[in-house]
């Protein structure tokens, strides 16, 4: 199992997954717009940057295929996540960070990428921030955007109630302005297990611990005392000022421009990175974007319905919802099965849903052409709907009662009803199918 960023590259480049570019690129639109044309492909690293000496890497898990390798996945891409989850290790600590090997005080020299017209400016987007509850003490890892304001400073947008927002108030509440650490450019795994929302109070990095093996070490930053992997290619040290805010809006998941907000801001202390260091850039509403934030919940809801509702084959986070908003729910259904029960559970395990789809087994839950089939075959607008009015939903959706957070949830219920009759509904075979070739023939 690869440890570090670097190693992983190596790995997917022997695998032929990863296309070096070594032609000058502009971080201004350029680099968002070929990594769009890399869309479902190979990873792209960028050599040659106008405006920074630093490299650029993008797409880095873009398929589910590198998403599998970065985890160690071997059949179900769902297990080793699950597993680690559960077996979650405290990672090693060493003194040796290798991102001590150079220092600076001015952002600038980051390759900060500008996405997408009418954006507020160029941001970061594969931040994770380290911080820590002044009660708690608990260490905690998460995923934030940041806005350059000046050479010292960024906005970091926080949702209100996860876990830094809580921290940053808690630590607001007692005077003060909260200290952390931020990395960018990270082996794969923790930032998988970053964007994991792990229960309060517990260490998103000791998921990542057991997802690489238990060959995670960690560093001791000496402002913030956070500790962050050792193989780090970029750490700045600062605090989140209890006082400043700055207005700043990106586009999100769903490749729509989130409401212009203020937010906190961050100020540097001191930046540190590797000798040659690789900066990481995560192209907002596109398959990187959608599956780091997608399949740790797709995971999550998997492990919780199977264990809840046995008869449970698989849930899939689906592309048309990114990976966020849509799920579909495959089951073995029996006389016994309460559909809409389950229903309820996927939307109590992940609050940001607004619709769930449950299919038979015979339908394939990633080919939105089969979910569609099981509809019209298999769903009675009258009787086969849950819905659920008022209640918290994604801040995402731009469809949603914004101020207030609040949408509508659909469940359907696709799944054949078993007091009619089974070969009304039995999907039609032909024999010798698969053993024919039609190429055989001509």
Same mark, same amino acid.
Not at 52 to 75: C, D, E, I
Not at 190 to 215: M, R, T, V
Not at 360 to 386: G, L
């Given at each position: 199992?690869?440890?570090?960023?670097?190693?992983?590259?190596?790995?997917?480049?022997?695998?032929?997954?990863?296309?070096?570019?070594? &032609?000058?690129?502009?971080?201004?639109? @350029?680099?968002?717009?070929?990594?769009?044309?890399?869309?479902?492909?190979?990873?792209?690293?960028?050599?040659?940057?106008? #405006?920074?000496?630093?490299?650029?890497?993008?797409?880095?898990?873009?398929?589910?295929?590198?998403?599998?390798?970065? %985890?160690?996945?071997?059949?179900?891409?769902?297990?080793?996540?699950?597993?680690?989850?559960?077996?979650?290790?405290?990672?090693?600590?060493?003194?040796?960070?290798?991102?001590?090997?150079?220092?600076?005080?001015?952002?600038? +020299?980051?390759?900060?990428?500008?996405?997408?017209?009418?954006?507020?400016?160029?941001?970061?987007?594969?931040?994770?921030?380290?911080?820590?509850?002044?009660?708690?003490?608990?260490?905690?890892?998460?995923?934030? *955007?940041?806005?350059?304001?000046?050479?010292? /400073?960024?906005?970091? *947008?926080? %949702?209100?109630?996860?876990?830094?927002? *809580?921290?940053?108030?808690?630590?607001? @509440?007692?005077? @003060?302005?909260?200290?952390?650490?931020?990395?960018?450019?990270? /082996?794969?795994?923790?930032?998988?297990?970053?964007?994991?929302?792990?229960?309060?109070?517990?260490?998103?990095? #000791? +998921?990542?611990?057991?997802?690489?093996?238990?060959?995670?070490?960690?560093?001791?930053?000496?402002?913030? &005392?956070?500790?962050?992997?050792?193989?780090?290619?970029?750490?700045? #040290?600062?605090?989140?000022?209890?006082?400043?805010?700055?207005?700043?809006?990106?586009?999100?998941?769903?490749?729509?421009?989130?409401?212009?907000?203020?937010?906190?801001?961050?100020?540097?202390?001191?930046?540190?990175?590797?000798?040659?260091?690789?900066?990481?850039? +995560?192209?907002?509403?596109?398959?990187? /974007?959608?599956?780091?934030?997608?399949?740790?919940?797709?995971?999550?809801?998997?492990?919780?319905? &199977?264990?809840?509702?046995?008869?449970?084959?698989?849930?899939?986070?689906?592309?048309?919802?990114?990976?966020?908003? /849509?799920?579909?729910?495959?089951?073995?259904?029996?006389?016994?099965?309460?559909?809409?029960?389950?229903?309820?559970? %996927?939307? #109590?395990?992940?609050?940001?849903?607004?619709?769930?789809?449950? %299919?038979?087994? !015979?339908?394939?839950?990633?080919?939105?052409?089969?979910?569609?089939?099981?509809?019209?075959?298999?769903?009675?607008? !009258?009787?086969?709907?849950?819905?659920?009015?008022?209640?918290?939903?994604?801040?995402?959706?731009?469809?949603?009662?914004?101020?207030?957070?609040?949408?509508?949830?659909?469940?359907?219920?696709?799944?054949?009803?078993?007091?009619?009759?089974? @070969?009304?509904?039995?999907?039609?075979?032909?024999?010798?199918?698969?053993?024919?070739?039609?190429?055989?023939?001509?």
């Amino acid at each position: 199992m690869t440890k570090d960023l670097r190693e992983f590259l190596t790995q997917i480049k022997k695998t032929k997954d990863l296309m070096v570019i070594k &032609k000058k690129v502009s971080s201004k639109y @350029e680099i968002a717009a070929l990594t769009a044309h890399a869309e479902g492909g190979k990873a792209l690293l960028f050599e040659n940057i106008k #405006e920074s000496k630093f490299r650029l890497v993008s797409n880095l898990v873009g398929t589910r295929n590198r998403f599998s390798l970065a %985890v160690g996945a071997k059949k179900d891409i769902h297990e080793p996540i699950i597993k680690a989850i559960k077996n979650a290790s405290k990672p090693k600590t060493t003194t040796s960070g290798k991102f001590f090997e150079n220092s600076a005080t001015d952002l600038s +020299i980051l390759p900060i990428v500008t996405h997408f017209a009418k954006e507020s400016g160029p941001f970061i987007t594969s931040s994770i921030v380290y911080s820590k509850n002044p009660e708690l003490r608990a260490q905690n890892s998460s995923f934030h *955007r940041l806005m350059p304001i000046d050479k010292k /400073h960024f906005s970091i *947008r926080m %949702v209100e109630g996860r876990h830094l927002h *809580r921290n940053f108030i808690s630590a607001k @509440e007692h005077g @003060e302005d909260l200290k952390v650490a931020i990395a960018v450019g990270v /082996h794969p795994a923790i930032s998988i297990a970053g964007a994991y929302q792990a229960d309060w109070g517990k260490d998103e990095l #000791e +998921i990542a611990n057991s997802l690489l093996s238990k060959k995670l070490t960690l560093v001791k930053c000496p402002f913030s &005392k956070m500790h962050v992997p050792s193989g780090t290619e970029i750490v700045m #040290e600062g605090k989140i000022l209890k006082d400043k805010t700055h207005k700043e809006w990106m586009v999100e998941m769903l490749k729509t421009y989130d409401q212009p907000r203020k937010q906190p801001v961050f100020e540097l202390e001191k930046m540190y990175f590797r000798n040659n260091p690789i900066f990481h850039d +995560i192209l907002s509403g596109y398959g990187e /974007h959608h599956l780091l934030m997608g399949m740790p919940i797709e995971s999550k809801l998997n492990g919780v319905l &199977k264990k809840k509702f046995p008869q449970t084959r698989q849930i899939v986070m689906s592309n048309g919802g990114s990976h966020w908003l /849509h799920a579909v729910v495959q089951i073995s259904k029996t006389k016994t099965t309460n559909v809409k029960k389950v229903i309820k559970q %996927v939307f #109590e395990s992940h609050r940001s849903l607004k619709m769930v789809t449950v %299919v038979d087994d !015979d339908i394939d839950p990633s080919s939105a052409e089969q979910v569609e089939y099981a509809m019209a075959t298999r769903f009675q607008a !009258d009787k086969d709907i849950v819905l659920i009015k008022n209640v918290r939903g994604s801040s995402l959706d731009p469809s949603s009662d914004q101020k207030n957070l609040k949408t509508a949830k659909l469940g359907i219920d696709a799944t054949r009803p078993l007091n009619r009759r089974k @070969e009304g509904f039995e999907l039609a075979d032909i024999p010798k199918i698969n053993k024919i070739s039609l190429k055989d023939y001509l």
